[in-house]
């Protein structure tokens, strides 16, 4: 079972925030957080490397789980527990067949008829949205609402559902209640640039 909270490290909203990406997922572990998610769309592929590194380092140390967003080959190389793929990104069976049959892999999708379609693949949990109005991630999609996401969590059975997009403090709880496994949050954790204190009140919010 996947923890309530997916806390997105996101390298470019960090440090716009002031935080460094290592600092600011330490700052999310402290909080309790611990399954990250490591986003980077403009990093080079070294420098994201060590990122990953130091992360996936971290991580371990905190017994939490972190995965790379779209970068499989970057996952694999930093020994991260998994990756999380697009819709236009590298396919789930190529994340598999990569990384190995106990990797989390994380998959996008933002209709039901996707829903439908991912449950044919390996794998580890699907993700739905924007479920919210968001302007930490352009997915070129429309918000979905609760609706879907209640919808998908009656498609998808037994696999866990992670609800992304718009989600915050108050309103993560009502995404868990609408059949969400665990929320994935990005832009919420930086509100009153207290990342470790915000983990913490999701933490509670969500248990």
């Not at 079972?1 to 997105?8: D, E, N």
């Not at 190995?100 to 699907?126: D, K, M, N």
Request: hydrophobic letters at 45%; one cysteine or more.
């Amino acid at each position: 079972m996947l923890p309530p909270l997916q806390a997105i490290v996101d390298v470019a909203l960090a440090e716009r925030a002031g935080w460094t990406p290592r600092d600011l997922a330490c700052a999310c572990l402290d909080g309790g957080a611990r399954f990250l998610q490591i986003r980077a769309k403009a990093l080079a592929s070294g420098p994201f490397l060590e990122l990953c590194d130091t992360i996936v380092a971290d991580s371990r140390a905190a017994g939490a789980i972190v995965i790379v967003n779209d970068r499989v080959d970057l996952a694999t190389l930093s020994r991260a527990h998994g990756a999380h793929v697009g819709q236009e990104d590298l396919s789930v069976h190529d994340a598999r067949r990569l990384l190995g049959a106990e990797a989390v892999i994380g998959f996008s999708t933002h209709r039901v008829t996707q829903v439908q379609a991912s449950l044919e693949l390996p794998a580890s949990y699907t993700a739905i949205g924007p479920v919210f109005g968001t302007r930490s991630k352009d997915t070129g999609y429309d918000a979905v609402g609760l609706a879907l996401v209640a919808n998908a969590r009656d498609l998808c059975g037994g696999r866990p559902l992670v609800a992304i997009g718009g989600i915050t403090l108050e309103t993560a709880p009502r995404v868990i209640a609408s059949g969400a496994t665990c929320v994935a949050v990005i832009s919420d954790l930086l509100v009153g640039n207290t990342p470790a204190e915000r983990v913490r009140a999701y933490c509670r919010a969500l248990r």
